[in-house]
């Protein structure tokens, strides 16, 4: 998964055009750029991970607006084709990446794994009654208080994920703090006692997005996530931890395993 913040010396979008877009041919101008583009993509001419041009550079490449540019990528965004980051510009979606999910599943390592760099960001803390589905999850009493913890995750600084995890109180009362400052939730587990712990279970699912998630993980309106609830243990098989976490459809490809190496 690159970055790709320049544009590569080859034809396609890149190369200037003789003349303008031809229109009166019944097609949509903003279609015509649109299948140009993916066609590029298709071919390879522009790789996964690659930046676009800036939607000024488009308009004169197509000799159109602005608007119809934007069209065109945002039609291009919304089949997963193309991500907008803000503030970054427009790239062509990676690969999905391969995410193992198994009795040892570690964000990081699945991450670096695939030879990407992990990320994280905190994304706030707070105490909460649990609801009648993290209580029988955690094991604790229906309206007991638990810590809800929400971040998001990055390979090579593309949000993969975000979500919420679910932990008894007092017992992780410390979690926030070293969660915070290591961005990983091994050793804020450790800093409250628990040396290990396993994937008890795991349920996938698959659904749109909110508009929270969307913003968060950079997706068009509209677009899937696939949904992880899982539940982990310490070592004497009590439950520690419910993590509700959203994954990018288009970037991840979530992999069941039973090894208990991972």
Same mark, same amino acid.
């Given at each position: ?5 320049? +544009?590569?010396?080859?034809?396609? *979008? ?8 031809v229109?009166g ?6 279609r015509? *750029?649109?299948?140009e %583009?993916?066609?590029? *993509?298709?071919?390879?001419?522009? @790789?996964? $991970?690659? /930046? ?7 308009? @004169?490449?197509? =000799? ?21 980051? /803000?503030?970054? $510009? ?11 999910i198994?009795p ?11 030879? &990407?760099?992990?990320g =994280? ?5 707070e105490? %909460?009654p ?15 208080? !638990?810590l ?19 932990m008894p109180?007092?017992?992780? +009362? ?7 400052s290591? &961005?990983? !939730?091994?050793?804020?587990l450790?800093?409250? $006692? ?9 349920? %996938?699912s698959a ?6 998630e969307?913003?968060?993980l950079?997706l @068009? ?8 609830t ?6 004497? =098989?009590?439950? %520690?931890?419910?993590? /509700?976490? +959203?994954? +990018? ?5 979530? !992999?069941?395993s039973?090894?208990d190496?991972?």
């Open positions: 998964m690159t970055t790709g913040n320049e +544009a590569p010396a080859f034809g396609g *979008i890149f190369e200037p055009p003789a003349s303008p877009l229109r041919e019944g097609v949509a101008a903003w015509r *750029i649109a299948d %583009i993916e066609a590029d *993509i298709a071919t390879q001419r522009l @790789a996964p $991970g690659t /930046q676009l041009p800036t939607e000024a550079q488009l308009s @004169a490449r197509f =000799g159109v607006n602005r608007h119809t540019v934007r069209r065109a990528l945002a039609a291009l965004a919304e089949r997963g084709l193309l991500r907008a980051n /803000q503030g970054r $510009g427009t790239f062509v979606e990676n690969r999905p990446l391969s995410y193992p198994g040892r599943t570690r964000f990081s390592e699945n991450i670096l794994r695939e030879h &990407l760099e992990p =994280g960001e905190f994304l706030g803390a105490e %909460i649990a609801t009648p589905l993290v209580a029988r999850a955690l094991s604790v009493a229906a309206a007991s208080p !638990v809800a913890v929400r971040s998001r995750r990055f390979a090579d600084a593309t949000p993969v994920s975000c979500g919420v995890m679910y109180l007092p017992r992780f +009362a410390a979690f926030v703090d070293t969660y915070r290591h &961005l990983a !939730v091994t050793p804020a450790a800093a409250c $006692g628990v040396a290990d712990y396993r994937r008890l279970e795991t349920r %996938i659904r749109t997005a909110t508009g929270e969307a913003a968060h950079n @068009a309106p509209g677009r899937l996530v696939i949904t992880a899982g539940v982990d243990v310490c070592v004497d =098989g009590v439950p %520690i931890l419910l993590a /509700q976490t +959203a994954f +990018a459809a288009d970037r991840v490809e979530l !992999v069941v039973s090894d190496q991972r």
